[in-house]
């Protein structure tokens, strides 16, 4: 009978496969820093366009908040209100300014 050696052999191939990869390592020491500031980079820009939708997302919001009380002070403003012209506050300051012309506009029955 023959006997059967159990050789695997794995020994001189590991320790060839870690020369191969330090020979890596140090051959292409730089690019791996240089890979690492790349996906730095990439983390940043896209936090970088994240923000500047959320800027303008909130910028459109705030522009269709100022169409939306546009458009209600032209309303009032073609009503004949006074809050079209003076705002809401305004129109309030009005008639504590000049009473007169608010009875006068009473009387023509524009209130």
Not at 53 to 82: F, I, K, Y
């Amino acid at each position: 009978m023959s006997k059967f050696r159990a050789s695997s052999g794995g020994g001189f191939g590991a320790l060839l496969g870690l020369a191969l990869i330090i020979w890596i390592i140090v051959k292409l020491i730089w690019w791996i820093p240089g890979a690492a500031v790349l996906v730095g980079l990439c983390f940043v820009a896209r936090a970088i366009v994240r923000e500047s939708h959320g800027r303008a997302d909130l910028a459109a919001a705030r522009r269709d908040a100022s169409a939306a009380r546009a458009d209600q002070q032209h309303q009032w403003v073609l009503q004949g209100d006074e809050r079209g012209i003076y705002g809401a506050t305004g129109a309030e300051l009005m008639h504590y300014l000049y009473p007169a012309t608010d009875q006068v506009q009473r009387l023509n029955g524009r209130r």
